[in-house]
């Protein structure tokens, strides 16, 4: 994936156009041919990948030179010191990773949004990034050693989270739908998310995380009128 220019700016993608599926048809980030020319958009793509499919702490600067093609030392004047870099990546991710959140968040309808979010969960388990789970939840495993920035942007992360399933659920209650207490219920919904995700990560996104999701789906359509 490409930005079109510059580096992705940290923070939610805006309610607007969504770039599903075509753009991120699973979340999975498929790095193509490169200009010879250092491409620091390219590289943070590279980095984004290692880093998820490996944790944090399994990272060296070596490999991060490896998944670039950079030296160690152009890899450390382009990004800095490793929980640097890595402030770099998580930016990266999560504009990616806000997609999944779209129908939550720009949505109209209520629980019909909900389901439509299980809809592309379950896509990027079948995706070529299924077996990774979320690099923002493995992350949370070594906030030690990830630095101070990279420790306030997995808290936003998870906030942004727990907003856009209460918001969804609100406007499902609005609707007239039979949803429980949305702010008890979109910290319930968090939390299985999350517990997915560490399931898809712990089996290669085996059928434990698809039967967590259809659980959670069918809690979802209970709701409905």
């Known amino acids: 994936l490409r930005k079109a220019s510059g580096s992705p700016r940290r923070g939610s993608v805006r309610c607007g156009s969504p770039l599903w599926p075509g753009v991120l048809r699973g979340l999975s980030l498929t790095v193509v041919g490169r200009p010879r020319a250092f491409d ?8 984004v990948q290692l880093f998820w ?40 991710y999560r504009v990616l990773a806000d997609e999944l959140m779209y129908p939550l968040r720009c949505g109209q309808a209520g629980t019909a949004d909900l389901l439509t979010f299980i809809d592309r969960f379950r896509a990027q388990l079948d995706g070529g990034s299924g077996a990774f789970g979320c690099l923002v939840v493995t992350s949370m495993t070594a906030l030690s050693s990830c630095g101070d920035v990279a420790r306030q942007m997995v808290a936003e992360h998870v906030s942004s989270r727990r907003a856009a399933f209460l918001s969804a659920l609100q406007r499902a209650r609005e609707l007239g739908e039979s949803v429980p207490d949305p702010v008890a219920t979109s910290a319930l919904l968090l939390a299985t998310t999350f517990g997915i995700f560490a399931t898809a990560r712990a089996t290669a996104a085996g059928p434990e995380a698809h039967e967590q999701l259809a659980a959670m789906e069918h809690l979802i359509k209970t709701w409905r009128h």
């Open 40 to 47: 620091e958009d390219a590289a943070i793509d590279d980095l």
């Open 53 to 92: 499919r490996r944790g944090y702490d399994q990272v060296s600067q070596q490999q991060m030179a490896e998944a670039t093609g950079l030296s160690t030392s152009s890899l450390y004047s382009a990004f800095g010191t490793k929980p640097q870099t890595y402030e770099r990546v998580l930016g990266r």
